[in-house]
């Protein structure tokens, strides 16, 4: 159905994808694989006539598709879903699935105009289908809401649902678990194949979670610098020694087990607090402490109201009842850049890296509340602890693949010397062994003193990370205790862990 | 004779430049529902107001004809300055259109047929309130439906994320260049009509501030819909008018009324945020 032949991507003298060959059978799912930067999202970019491809051809169908334009080829029946998640966030939910239907209605503007019944029979015909999609994904309740207002899991899903609406016979989908929990991401399999079955489609799926990788797909193929490394079934690519040491990782890939930390004074301290957007409370009279030297971490399904918490405690939403102490004193009512001031890192959820920047503009902005002489030395130590960020520090931060813009982003909240490290999904979009490098990372920094509140849909690598966990459910506190001893309670392995 | 009467008959000159302002507030809107910042709109209007100007005046053609033939022309040159300017984005787009301004107001104030600097005089006065108020009528009816049709809508998602709405199928190049189509019919329509109620036209409607003025319009009112601009552009044409013992201060007034709403209003004085529940498209 899909073969690429020899496709080659050069941007400038950079070779993003070099030499790539491979193809799709209908009806197969197939997934793309490899570390970040590898240049997957470059070939669905290709695939889909989002760039031309410097050498080589791509056939869909029996038809050459190199260099047509994306909507030609959505017309032919490829449709994608994108890995910084591309909705029309203004628009409502259902909206989105609507626009969707775009290529495949007819109505010309005179017969909208004109209310002619022609129009009017498609625009229910086109509402029906919408309404099922979303049906299809689970965001039937949702349908009126803002896109822009999902939880991340559900924007996702939302995407899938509007490449539905165009009728693909071959879905592109690029990272569609990012940002799922274990609960979500099962379902998402559950999906996939689904769309298999009943829908007869053909899917290609970017994706670093291997538990989806490994149960869907018939094949997968491993990219590595932009070169195909690897490509066969789970089973023979899981055992590759190539395809481990580039993106698997060793076992112990998740650092040694840390010595747990007994909660000393407090860091931060939440006491029943409230807070939302609009007229809705999100957080329902919460309470939370990360006491110094600790690692706590935040669990809970998306929804729940995790990044509200840690957009409260940044400033960034305001809480309508209840106190926030940073070490004793209170900020409920303090403004964003006085909390950064008084030494609040908050690394947000989908990096948020200035983008045209470079590297290090993005890492001298981090430091822009500092009055003190040593940034230079810290900018030194910060490229010496991230090497990648070193070799691209004249790079323009939009043009780094996500798990690198994941490290400037952690990079960029440690500039500011902080004495309380938020951090919002860290793991989102990254390959295993850089999820393995991230939490490292994590670990030396809370070994050095930092405290650490972290929101994290691995729940599992979180409680392993942490001293102290809570779980949120529906904007309230449920459970809190040692996080070894929630990663063995029933009921949290259940919701969470899967 | 009846007080709406003698009312009118007292104001029909400002009744009749709202539903213009009207009118040229709903050309700029229908090229931002697509996300394109074009300040074009007032070389547009003259355009289509020469146009219709020298058909009736010296070739006294009936005004229907006059006015489709200069809203033709406009449509035409707003198409044809349209296609290389979708290369632009933002404010790149905004300052090639304003040039694009200029040079419409220098060819009029050099060429015989335009009358020069003086620009024409003497055209016949044909238009009325029915005319303008007719046709600002159908023009709303067409904003209407257009906001609730499958072009409206690829508008929107264009205006939001253009590489996500061609990932939808959308071709983004031919929405853009009938938006803009649509922008040069509108403005190139209030151009025929108001020269035949001023009775002359002289380069300065091609003018910056002109262009900019029927932005604020649009800004105003806001441009979550079309009745946005459409009220925009009759307050700010009503209230110059209405604030006369202001004397020279009065145009202060709109340039103070402007930024009170973009600090207090920013999405226009008919936001949907303010009038909640009104208006839900789908």
């Excluded at chain 1, 924007?155 to 539905?164: G, H, V």
């Excluded at chain 1, 902080?418 to 030396?444: K, N």
């Excluded at chain 2, 930024?259 to 226009?268: F, M, R, W």
Aim: aromatic share 6%; net charge positive.
């Amino acid at each position: 159905m899909l073969e690429c032949d020899h496709v080659s991507v050069a941007f400038g003298g950079l070779v993003a994808v070099d030499d790539v060959s491979f193809a799709v059978a209908e009806g197969e799912i197939v997934g793309l694989i490899g570390p970040n930067g590898a240049g997957k999202t470059t070939l669905f970019n290709v695939i889909t006539g989002f760039l031309r491809a410097t050498t080589g051809r791509v056939r869909f169908r029996g038809d050459a598709i190199g260099g047509e334009r994306p909507d030609r080829i959505t017309a032919r029946g490829i449709a994608r879903t994108f890995q910084n998640i591309r909705l029309f966030r203004e628009m409502s939910v259902l909206e989105n699935v609507v626009i969707g239907r775009h290529i495949r209605t007819r109505a010309t503007l005179l017969e909208a105009v004109l209310a002619a019944p022609a129009h009017r029979r498609e625009e229910a015909r086109v509402r029906l289908r919408a309404r099922e999609l979303l049906d299809l994904v689970g965001l039937g309740p949702r349908a009126h809401e803002p896109a822009g207002s999902l939880p991340y899991g559900e924007q996702r899903r939302l995407e899938i649902a509007r490449a539905l609406a165009t009728e693909p016979r071959l879905l592109l989908l690029d990272e569609p678990a990012a940002g799922m929990n274990p609960a979500e991401t099962r379902a998402l399999t559950a999906l996939i194949g689904s769309l298999r079955r009943d829908a007869g489609l053909t899917i290609l799926l970017i994706e670093h979670d291997m538990k989806v990788v490994m149960g869907v797909c018939d094949r997968i193929a491993v990219l590595n610098f932009g070169r195909k490394i690897a490509e066969g079934t789970p089973l023979e690519v899981r055992t590759d020694a190539a395809v481990v040491e580039a993106y698997l990782g060793g076992r112990a890939a998740g650092a040694p087990p840390r010595r747990r930390v007994a909660a000393g004074a407090d860091v931060l301290a939440l006491d029943d607090v409230s807070a939302g957007y609009g007229p809705v409370d999100v957080l329902h009279r919460v309470s939370l402490r990360v006491g110094e030297g600790q690692i706590v971490a935040l669990i809970g399904a998306n929804g729940a109201g995790k990044t509200t918490l840690l957009r409260t405690v940044s400033g960034l939403v305001p809480s309508r009842r209840g106190r926030i102490r940073l070490h004793g004193a209170s900020i409920e009512r303090a403004r964003p850049e006085r909390i950064v001031g008084r030494g609040v890192a908050h690394v947000p959820e989908g990096r948020q890296v200035l983008a045209r920047m470079t590297v290090l503009e993005n890492l001298r902005a981090g430091a822009y509340a500092r009055r003190d002489r040593e940034v230079e030395d810290d900018l030194a130590s910060m490229l010496e602890r991230f090497p990648v960020l070193r070799e691209r520090r004249r790079q323009i931060a939009g043009t780094l693949s996500g798990g690198e813009q994941q490290m400037l982003a952690i990079a960029r909240g440690l500039m500011s010397r902080p004495r309380l490290l938020m951090l919002d999904e860290p793991s989102l979009g990254l390959a295993p062994m850089i999820v393995g490098q991230i939490f490292g990372i994590i670990q030396e920094l809370n070994a050095r003193g930092v405290p650490i509140l972290l929101v994290e849909q691995n729940a599992h690598l979180a409680l392993e990370t942490a001293d102290w966990a809570y779980v949120l459910e529906m904007g309230r506190m449920v459970k809190q205790g040692e996080a070894d001893r929630l990663l063995g309670d029933a009921s949290v392995r259940r919701a969470y862990l899967g | 004779m009846t007080p709406l009467l003698s009312f009118y008959n007292a104001y029909s000159t400002l009744i009749l430049f709202s539903g213009v302002a009207a009118l040229l507030a709903l050309s700029i809107y229908v090229t931002l529902m697509a996300g394109q910042l074009s300040l074009g709109n007032a070389a547009l209007a003259a355009i289509g107001g020469y146009a219709a100007a020298i058909l009736t005046r010296d070739f006294h053609a009936p005004l229907w004809a006059a006015l489709l033939s200069g809203a033709g022309l406009a449509t035409a040159v707003a198409t044809i300055i349209g296609i290389p300017s979708l290369r632009l984005r933002g404010v790149y787009l905004a300052i090639a259109t304003l040039a694009f301004g200029e040079v419409v107001r220098v060819i009029a104030l050099n060429l015989t047929i335009t009358g020069g600097a003086l620009g024409l005089v003497g055209i016949p006065p044909l238009v009325t309130f029915w005319h303008v108020y007719g046709i600002l009528a159908l023009a709303a009816f067409f904003f209407y439906r257009l906001e609730r049709s499958r072009t409206g809508r690829a508008f929107a998602a264009i205006r939001e994320d253009e590489t996500a709405a061609q990932a939808m199928g959308i071709r983004v190049t031919y929405y853009k260049v009938l938006a803009f189509a649509i922008a040069g019919f509108l403005a190139g329509l209030s151009g025929g009509l108001s020269v035949h109620f001023t009775y002359i036209i002289n380069p300065s409607q091609a003018s910056f501030s002109e262009a900019v003025n029927i932005l604020t319009y649009a800004i105003f009112g806001g441009t979550a819909t079309f009745l946005g601009p459409i009220v925009g552009g009759i307050v700010l044409t009503v209230l110059p008018e209405s604030l006369r013992f202001l004397r020279e201060y009065r145009l202060l007034m709109n340039g103070a009324t402007l930024v009170l709403v973009t600090i207090y209003l920013p999405h226009g004085v008919l936001s949907p945020r303010l009038w909640r529940g009104r208006h839900a498209r789908v």
